[in-house]
């Protein structure tokens, strides 16, 4: 029996015909294979425990480079440097010109309905440069891994022309 869409745990994928997925209950990762790319969500059945799950998809406007880029976080707007006890560490893990995934480790991190919709300073160096990049953005989604890790998705907010040629010239291929 199908559990309420609204309680189900969600993966999110990018539209294809060829899409891997992976449960978010117990990890094991499916391909699926459609002659045309979905147009909407859907609910996928998980072979191996038999969990159903949304599968939500990612129809984003700019391009996401997949990353692990080490970074330092903050809700105090007012810290300027990375030492500043207030600040605590995670894992970028993607990064577009308007937002990236964080990972954070669960003992580690605020509740995450402490997180939703909370503004982060956010710190980190691109890779091959020393210089330290500082960001704002507001928290619009968590999602709880099944392993010990907390995934929030970042967006930019209050974004000056310095730092959005920055992060494009980091994203050019």
Not at 41 to 59: A, H, P, Q
Not at 68 to 76: E, F, H, L, M, R
Not at 82 to 101: E, Q, Y
Request: glycine letters at 4%; one cysteine or more.
């Amino acid at each position: 029996m199908l559990g309420d869409a609204s309680t189900m745990k969600t993966v999110t994928v990018r539209p294809t015909t060829m899409m891997k997925i992976s449960c978010p209950e117990c990890g094991q990762e499916h391909d699926r294979i459609e002659k045309e790319s979905p147009h909407e969500n859907f609910i996928f059945k998980c072979e191996k425990c038999g969990s159903d799950f949304m599968v939500r998809l990612d129809l984003r406007s700019f391009y996401r480079k997949k990353v692990s880029i080490p970074c330092s976080y903050t809700t105090a707007l007012d810290v300027s440097s990375i030492m500043d006890p207030r600040v605590a560490t995670g894992w970028i893990t993607d990064i577009s010109r308007t937002g990236c995934s964080i990972e954070l480790s669960k003992s580690k991190a605020s509740a995450p309905d402490e997180l939703k919709n909370n503004i982060l300073l956010i710190f980190f160096s691109f890779s091959g440069q020393k210089e330290i990049f500082s960001i704002q953005g507001e928290v619009s989604t968590i999602f709880e891994t099944p392993s010990t890790k907390i995934k929030v998705g970042v967006q930019f907010i209050n974004v000056s022309d310095h730092q959005k040629q920055r992060l494009s010239l980091f994203l050019m291929p």
